[in-house]
């Protein structure tokens, strides 16, 4: 499903460069619920934005979906974004004017998905996350570990193939961390949505069937 040959990034530094990741090799399964660890500034969330087609590498070969991405268009980027990838941050990053239905329902939008369909997926997630009753309220309204839900119901509501999660607990308490990712292994194991999750948590790691240690900018194991 993914394959990363030879991946490094790098940044300019006065007459040099700063390696933030450092050849990359690395393929991950479809189905598979992969955990990216290391401490600080090792790298994790650049290897991630990478994975998810937020950022470019400078170096190396990065075959998504059998794609080479390097030479995909600025289109074909974009269709992978609304049909194939949702992504989950740590900051939730709702839209704070949309209400939590109009939030959930953003990527169907974009995806041109029809107007009964849109109602009808939307209609099935907030009932599955026990959200209906909060369908109208604005993300202001709503507590840490609900938000957190409303992105998860985002990422997943155009049905990818693959869930980018960014320290999807790391503002939560650990009840709220706990549920968010129970419902994780859900998806994973019962809707065979792969996800690739940067987390400090040893806890949330266990959750997924495989870790990948980064050590500066190395895959340390």
């Known amino acids: 499903m993914i394959q990363l040959k030879g991946i490094s990034k790098h940044y300019p530094a006065g007459f040099g460069k700063t390696y933030v990741l450092r050849n990359i090799n690395l393929g991950i399964n479809e189905g598979e619920f992969v955990s990216i660890m290391g401490p600080s500034g090792s790298g994790k969330s650049t290897l991630l934005h990478i994975l998810g087609l937020l950022e470019e590498p400078s170096e190396g070969e990065y075959l998504f979906l059998d794609e080479k991405v390097d030479k995909l268009s600025e289109k074909k980027r974009t269709e992978l974004h609304r049909h194939r990838i949702g992504f989950v941050f740590q900051a939730y990053h709702l839209i704070d004017e949309l209400t939590v239905y109009e939030n959930i329902e953003t990527p169907l939008l974009y995806k041109g998905t029809s107007s009964s369909e849109r109602k009808s997926r939307v209609a099935e997630l907030l009932d599955r ?39 999807p ?24 949505v792969s996800i690739v999750q940067v987390t400090h948590s040893e806890a ?5 069937n495989r870790v990948i240690r980064l050590k500066d900018g190395w895959v340390s194991e």
């Open 129 to 167: 996350f026990n959200m209906v009753a909060k369908k109208d309220l604005f993300p202001s309204q709503l507590s840490g570990g609900q938000q957190q839900l409303v992105g998860i119901a985002r990422a997943i509501v155009h049905e990818p193939k693959i869930i980018f999660a960014d320290e």
């Open 169 to 192: 607990t790391g503002n939560l308490h650990s009840e709220q961390a706990k549920e968010i990712m129970e419902l994780f292994r859900e998806l994973n194991q019962k809707d065979k």
């Open 204 to 208: 949330n790691a266990e959750y997924g």
